[in-house]
């Protein structure tokens, strides 16, 4: 015999033991937010008041249409999964209707055996939030004394009902809490790479200093900051570059202990925090050793990118007291390894303290700078030598503070481009340069090139050829006139990219040359890539030429190498950096057709340049007695 049909309507009178037992139930799910706690209290209540053998729970997984047993009376450790419409459970959970079987052996519907026992007799209701929605099945086996009836039934569907109310309650809390969790994981962690914040580093090396204090051990903190990166992200993109950052924090947290804190403050910076350390030298290695994992290739949608980096230290009890001073005192160090050329480490000493308050201040007066006219371009000469003319001009940027005076671009040029303040200035440059390349061809001087700096940060802006395109028509100065420098490391970022500028900058007429070349990069592929003109041999190789020390050989044969090289390749040769006459008469024999330098004369302002380039005037002098002379000559430095 089959009984499937349950009106929820119709009124089924229950015992005093009944409702006071659903009652106590009742109580035992409002007092607890548990969602397990309610599972378990619905499986085995329900086994007791029905007197079953067996009760289960089975709950829906939507992302397979089937339900599975979430608990099971006599199934611990296993799990039973049916397809939605296949079973008891499988068709209640389909149809949302209660299904009683009174003969189990007698029904097609039962999945036999499951239990390892043949059931008997089958109770299965729904569990809904909502009172509408089907969030699982409780099914209820083999009566002790009998068929389930309809008590049974309406208990059951009770009990279910109040175990949803519960459920929804329980949902909602977990909801909130989840949602309070999840805010508060934002607020302390970077969402780029997962990554603990400036906020949690904060809060953390606070109760690290505090152990540290109270136990007498010593601590650091390291602060890396990626080498190049802004390049790599303005030239192909924040994109990649995001991605690049998520391997980077990867390596960074795999090369240090699991206990140690690895955080991002932003942009391309990362800070650790070593507990419990035992030296400076175990710290030391560490920093080694993420220099080395930072150092090996990075592989980013197909494209194989590296990267290096400048990595600072601060160690507690040391200098650094509070939090705050440990990591500006990573800072300051980091800083210091920047200025010695990148990728390595250096521990924070006391005298850095007065580089950081003087890098504020000149970031702070940078700003400043161009509206104050404390900016200038000065300009070298440069000096064919094969015919003794003065054949160009580099515009070189120079700052005269109206307190501090004079201040070396080595030290404001770096700040410039970590501020972004270089694109404003370097565009002011090019401007200036141009017209002052048209000013000297009116005032009847002969023409010569214009070279012109162009930074990283200049170069990957979109709008850049726009740039230069609106300088030659505000200048009016012939395209030909003009020839921008630009970094070997700049163009081999992204060689397409840097090609399909280049071509656009050619078609405006102004020439191009690689400056500092041979520094740094033995990929010499773009040179056949580029539309290049001009090779600038790096003024290293020249300080470091001496033609009769045969320990110098490596550089004679360099600066021999690469000008043959740009022959070979049609392209225009000039050495910067050249001080004395022997590398003078060297680079002559090699058929090096300009030098720049010293010993022909020092950058020098703008109306200094005109008496120089005067007919019979100091710059025809110098060309003169450099040429016919065989003997040392230091100029005016």
């Not at 992302?63 to 499988?90: C, D, H, S, W």
């Amino acid at each position: 015999m089959v009984n499937q049909s349950l009106n929820s309507a119709r009124i089924t009178k229950l015992s005093q033991i009944d409702y006071e037992w659903l009652i106590q139930i009742a109580l035992k799910l409002n007092l607890s937010n548990s969602i397990d706690y309610i599972y378990e209290l619905v499986v085995f209540e329900s086994a007791k008041m029905l007197h079953a053998d067996r009760v289960s729970l089975f709950l829906i997984d939507t992302a397979t249409n089937e339900i599975y047993t979430q608990l099971a009376m006599g199934l611990e450790g296993k799990e039973i999964r049916l397809p939605f419409g296949r079973g008891v459970a499988g068709t209640v959970a389909f149809t949302g209707q209660v299904i009683n079987i009174e003969d189990a052996t007698l029904d097609p519907r039962p999945v036999r055996n499951y239990y390892g026992y043949i059931a008997k007799t089958i109770l299965a209701v729904p569990l809904k939030l909502n009172g509408s929605t089907i969030i699982g099945v409780v099914q209820a086996l083999n009566k002790a004394d009998g068929p389930f009836n309809e008590r049974d039934e309406r208990v059951l569907e009770i009990l279910c009902s109040l175990a949803g109310v519960a459920l929804e309650r329980a949902n909602s809390i977990h909801e909130k809490e989840a949602l309070h969790e999840k805010i508060i994981y934002q607020a302390q962690h970077d969402l780029e790479t997962g990554l603990p914040n400036r906020a949690l580093l904060v809060e953390q090396l606070s109760t690290d200093l505090e152990e540290a204090k109270r136990r007498q051990q010593e601590l650091a903190v390291l602060l890396i900051d990626l080498d190049r990166f802004k390049l790599i992200n303005d030239s192909l993109g924040h994109e990649m570059g995001d991605t690049l950052l998520k391997q980077v924090a990867h390596r960074i947290k795999t090369s240090v202990r699991m206990n140690d804190l690895v955080t991002r403050l932003g942009g391309d910076e990362f800070m650790i925090v070593l507990s419990k350390i035992k030296n400076r030298q175990d710290v030391g290695k560490v920093a080694q050793n993420l220099l080395k994992a930072i150092q090996r290739p990075f592989y980013v949608d197909g494209a194989e990118l590296f990267i290096t980096g400048s990595i600072g230290i601060s160690i507690y009890p040391g200098l650094g007291k509070t939090v705050n001073e440990l990591m500006r005192q990573a800072d300051n160090a980091m800083y210091r390894v920047k200025a010695q050329g990148k990728n390595n480490y250096q521990f924070f000493a006391e005298e850095m303290s007065s580089i950081e308050v003087r890098r504020l201040s000149l970031v702070t007066q940078l700003h400043k700078a161009l509206e104050y006219e404390e900016l200038m371009p000065f300009y070298q000469p440069q000096l064919n030598l094969q015919t003794g003319k003065l054949v160009g001009m580099e515009a070189l940027l120079r700052w005269k503070h109206r307190e501090l005076g004079r201040i070396s671009p080595a030290e404001f040029i770096p700040l410039a481009e970590e501020t972004g303040l270089i694109v404003p200035i370097g565009n002011w440059v090019l401007n200036e340069a141009c017209k002052q390349a048209k000013k000297w061809q009116l005032a009847g001087y002969s023409p010569v090139r214009m070279s012109i700096n162009v930074s990283a940060v200049q170069f990957t802006r979109n709008d850049f050829v726009s740039v230069v395109k609106e300088a030659l028509h505000v200048s009016q100065v012939n395209p030909g006139c003009i020839e921008l420098e630009l970094t070997e490391g700049l163009l081999l970022q992204d060689i397409q990219g840097a090609a399909a500028k280049l071509k656009e900058l050619k078609k405006l007429g102004v020439y191009i040359a690689i400056d500092d070349f041979g520094t740094g990069y033995s990929s010499l592929r773009y040179l056949k890539q580029l539309p290049i003109d001009t090779l600038k041999i790096d003024q290293s190789f020249i300080r470091d030429m001496r033609i009769h020390d045969p320990a110098k050989g490596k550089d004679k044969a360099l600066v021999e190498a690469i000008i043959m090289l740009g022959h070979t390749l049609s392209m225009h040769i000039i050495a910067e950096g050249v001080e004395l006459q022997e590398q003078l008469d060297f680079l002559r024999e090699c058929k090096c057709e300009e030098i720049q330098g010293f010993i022909y004369c020092k950058p020098i302002p703008a109306t200094d340049v005109e008496k120089f380039m005067a007919p019979g005037g100091e710059g025809e002098k110098l060309s003169a007695s450099l040429l016919a002379s065989p003997t040392a000559y230091a100029g005016e430095i």
